[in-house]
């Protein structure tokens, strides 16, 4: 097992939501936090987590970032890909410009901070990352392809980035977590359509669906805080963890064995579109 008295962790994201859940779990369970915010003066109730202020979108402040918590603690252990941003809207209708913006947060983003820690990492030959990508990505939802399309990407980079860094004794792990009390369905880009567009009554039926689940199904967030300290204690971690609802889940499975027109078909009733 992990001495987790050692551990220097390092998660994007901390301020609110999984990022807040497994922040505060890991850091009374003996672990060194740290988490960074776009406004980390904003929130309060950290005590023993450092929250730094850093945008991971920035593309500049990542190695100042990692260089800070080095200076510190010497090293990081893990670094938990956390950070990330909602979307949803008919593709026709979506502003490039957006869904660049959502790639930016939900993966390139991530690469940043990734190469950023990769050098010390190395160095100690050893270490651990973890990508919270979400179960959005393998069910293909209508009217969140980018949304999708972002947690999906961090899900076949984690898979391939295990296989490059397995010589370094560097671990990578994808968590697919589905709907948790997190208020990323508020937060997100969510297009406003007009009342003339021709997506306007099926967009209308997926949002007040989407919106019903959050609020019916939605799960506590420290769910994925605990899967969390159970793979950062676990010797031998696997790639790929699916969490949350039973139906979420066994949607994976169903689409795997079901033919894909059928499964769609059911993914459109389900959402009433």
Known sequence: ???????????S????????????????????????????DNYSDFEGIELLKYDLTSFKDSKKLIDKVLTIEG????????????????IEEMVIKDAKKLFDTNFFGHIDLIQ???????????????????????????????YCASKYSMECLGAS??????????RVVNIAPGDYKTKIFDKRIKLELNTNSVYYQKYKKFTEVSKYNMDTRSRDPIEVAKLVLKIINSRNPGIHYKIGHFLQKFSISLKKILPEKLYQKLMMDHYKI
């Open 75 to 90: 090293k990081i252990d893990i670094l938990i890909n956390n950070a990330g941003s909602g979307f949803a809207g008919p």
């Open 116 to 146: 950023a820690v990769l050098p010390s990492m190395r160095k100690n030959k050893g270490g651990l990352i973890i990508n919270v990508t979400s179960i959005a990505g393998y069910n293909n939802i209508p009217f969140g392809s980018i």
């Open 161 to 170: 980035l295990n296989m490059e860094l397995k010589d370094f004794g560097i």
């Open 13 to 40: 994201g901390a301020s609110t939501g999984f990022g807040r859940s497994i922040s505060k779990l890991l850091s009374s369970n003996g672990l060194r936090v740290y988490g960074t915010s776009r406004n980390p």
């Open 1 to 11: 097992l992990f001495i987790l008295m050692k551990k220097i962790v390092l998660i």
